[in-house]
């Protein structure tokens, strides 16, 4: 299954919630699912490489990070991205940490994707 987990903390992050979804979503690909972590796109002076963010955590790069950009206008909308990239990755599920993330994906509804 394609999984795609959406966090509003850039990474990596002193936030202990980001210790969860860093593990999750290593377990969830470790069971063999296709797992996509959405995050915001630190300074480009704060960007460490995929690989040191795995490390940070110290989980295995079984899935991909991808970072969304902060920008003006609709094509730099956060939500405009996900949208995007769920489109392209096909059917699943999208999770969410946060009432600060979640709320707008229940209300943009992602095509009839379940939200949790």
Same mark, same amino acid.
């Given at each position: 299954?394609?999984?795609?987990?959406?966090?509003?903390? =850039?990474?990596?992050? $002193?936030?202990? !919630?980001? #210790?969860?979804?860093?593990?999750?979503? +290593?377990?969830?690909?470790? /069971?063999?699912?296709?797992?996509?972590?959405?995050?915001?796109?630190?300074? =480009?002076?704060?960007? $460490?490489?995929? !690989?040191? #963010?795995?490390?940070?955590?110290?989980? +295995?790069?079984?899935?991909? /990070?991808?970072?969304?950009?902060?920008?003006?206008?609709?094509?730099?909308? =956060?939500?405009?991205?996900?949208?995007?990239?769920?489109?392209?990755?096909?059917?699943?599920?999208?999770?969410?940490?946060?009432?600060?993330?979640?709320?707008?994906?229940?209300?943009?509804?992602?095509?009839?994707?379940?939200?949790?």
């Amino acid at each position: 299954m394609n999984i795609a987990y959406l966090i509003g903390t =850039a990474l990596p992050s $002193p936030k202990a !919630s980001t #210790v969860q979804v860093m593990h999750m979503c +290593a377990a969830l690909a470790g /069971l063999g699912h296709a797992v996509t972590l959405f995050s915001p796109r630190p300074p =480009a002076s704060e960007l $460490p490489a995929p !690989s040191a #963010v795995f490390a940070h955590y110290g989980v +295995a790069p079984n899935f991909q /990070l991808r970072r969304l950009r902060r920008g003006a206008g609709r094509a730099g909308s =956060a939500l405009f991205q996900l949208r995007a990239a769920l489109a392209a990755s096909g059917g699943g599920v999208c999770y969410a940490r946060g009432r600060h993330t979640l709320a707008p994906l229940l209300a943009a509804g992602l095509g009839g994707r379940a939200v949790y």
